[in-house]
């Protein structure tokens, strides 16, 4: 179904001036329609998106490494193609939304420079590392998981290209949260030590996916312009909420215990209750000291250098096809 269309005659005033077109810009937000790459927007909205698309592509980008680095020693063929095919998904994201940051005025160069300058930030979650094979199942269940709660409403999300790429991006998020989850039930169902390998990773893996939905909102300084502006539609506190309720019943079907002891479930609330995770840590892991942040910065700066010579092939390549042409 196309997006709802933002064209300047469904807004009466969409105009020339600054005034109408800042008039035009607040119509469409005011009744929800997507905002354009070819619509006037203030610096502002576009500098939010920007950081936050930019962000986004560099998460997926960074965090293909965890995950990646078991390709090579998955248990079977089937699991090693599965784990391909994730793997190779994420780089597919980051490539969606780094084309989506470009319709914004960023140039792609640019950001990649700024994240391996560490200028620029992409989500804590990647900065703890993957111990057991147990690791790939709870990324899967958990931090996919937490992205599909993130991602969901950013499909509605009053940028257009933002918005649509979340489409894609969310249909495969499932597939990643499933193939997750069906691999914790197989080891589930093995020996002892099986299961003591996915009650270590859930144990290890838990605080950090509820950081991943960003700071409490009372110290959030982004949420509630980003939701006047419909580039988020819920809170970060609102999104954890939401996560939690979704995970307790998954863990009790698989026969994992959450490391929470007080998660319990509030009748009055119709909520689960549960504890803040540790906020010095994740103001670390932001900082750049938590247990990977140099190591997966490292491993990205040394495979942009390795790439050096495709990208110049490449750009040699066009020029040849455009006959010296711009
Ligand atoms: N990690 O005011 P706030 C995936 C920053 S990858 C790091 O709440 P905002 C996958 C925040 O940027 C999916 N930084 O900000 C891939 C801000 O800093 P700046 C990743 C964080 O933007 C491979 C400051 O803290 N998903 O699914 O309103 C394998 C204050 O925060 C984090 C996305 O990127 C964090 N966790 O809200 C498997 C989703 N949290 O920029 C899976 C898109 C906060 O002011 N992004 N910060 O210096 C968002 O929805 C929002 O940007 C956030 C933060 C909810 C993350």
Redesign the pocket.
């Known amino acids: 179904m196309p997006a709802p269309s933002s064209h300047v005659a469904e807004v009466p005033g969409g105009g020339n001036s600054a005034g109408e077109e800042r008039a035009h810009f607040d119509a469409l937000i005011a009744r929800e329609q997507r905002i354009e790459p070819r619509d006037w927007m203030p610096d502002e909205y576009r500098n939010t998106l920007i950081?936050?698309v930019a962000?986004?592509a560099h998460?997926?980008i960074i965090?293909?490494q965890p995950?990646g680095m078991w390709i090579t020693r998955a248990p079977s063929l089937r699991r090693k193609a599965i784990l391909l095919a994730k793997v190779q998904d994420?780089a597919g994201?980051g490539m969606y939304l780094y084309s989506a940051a470009e319709t914004l005025g960023a140039d792609r160069a640019d950001l990649t420079a700024k994240l391996i300058a560490g200028r620029q930030?992409?989500?804590?979650?990647?900065n703890y590392p993957a111990l057991t094979y147990a690791d790939v199942g709870v990324?899967g269940w958990l931090?996919?998981g937490a992205?599909i709660c993130?991602?969901v409403p950013?499909c509605r999300s009053s940028y257009g290209p933002y918005a649509r790429a979340m489409v894609r991006v969310c249909k495969e998020?499932s597939f990643?949260q499933r193939q997750g989850y069906e691999l914790l039930l197989t080891m589930m169902a093995g020996t002892p030590g099986q299961r003591e390998m996915v009650q270590d990773a859930v144990d290890r893996w838990w605080w950090p996916s509820l950081?991943?939905?960003?700071?409490p909102d009372e110290s959030?300084?982004?949420?509630a312009q980003?939701m006047a502006w419909g580039v988020?539609r819920h809170t970060?506190d609102e999104l954890r909420q939401r996560f939690v309720d979704m995970s307790v019943p998954q863990a009790d079907r698989l026969g994992v215990t959450l490391p929470d002891p007080d998660l319990a479930w509030n009748e009055s609330r119709g909520s689960y209750d549960f504890s803040e995770p540790d906020w010095a840590e994740f103001a670390q892991v932001?900082a750049g000291n938590g247990p990977c942040n140099a190591a997966r910065l490292a491993r990205r700066r040394q495979a942009h250098e390795d790439g050096t010579w495709v990208r110049e092939a490449a750009l040699a390549h066009a020029a040849k096809r455009s006959g010296g042409r711009p």
């Open positions: 950081r936050q962000q986004h998460s997926e965090g293909m995950e994420e994201h930030k992409y989500s804590s979650i990647f990324i931090v996919d992205a993130n991602q950013l998020e990643h950081m991943m939905f960003g700071p959030s300084p982004n949420t980003s988020k970060n932001l």
